[in-house]
């Protein structure tokens, strides 16, 4: 799988973690150059409180266009160290 925003490859990866039809990503396999920290959280019941990534390519920014589950539920533990894109953030 290959998520791309902006014309830039932002992640790669041959195993993603299919989740309610999201990818998510290995953090390993992110381009950690575009992420930048963001204060946004949300919370799933089953799955935990969120953490957000803005995304910053090339001066151009995507806000809060990652998520990731830094402390995730039992239900939810094989999405941990892993990153799902969204906002035109094309993955295929």
């Keep these: 799988m ?8 932002i992640a790669q990866s041959d195993d993603t973690v299919v ?26 019941p089953w799955k935990g409180e969120a953490s957000y990534y803005t995304l910053d390519v090339d001066g151009h920014t995507n806000p809060d266009a990652a998520w990731y589950y830094p402390e995730p539920k039992d239900a939810a533990r094989r999405i941990q160290g892993r990153v799902a894109f969204w906002k035109g953030v094309k993955v295929e």
């Design 19 to 44: 989740v309610e039809g999201n990818h998510y990503f290995p953090l390993d396999a992110v381009d950690k150059d575009v992420l930048r920290p963001s204060a946004t959280h949300t919370t799933c």
């Design 2 to 9: 290959k998520a791309t925003w902006n014309g830039r490859v």
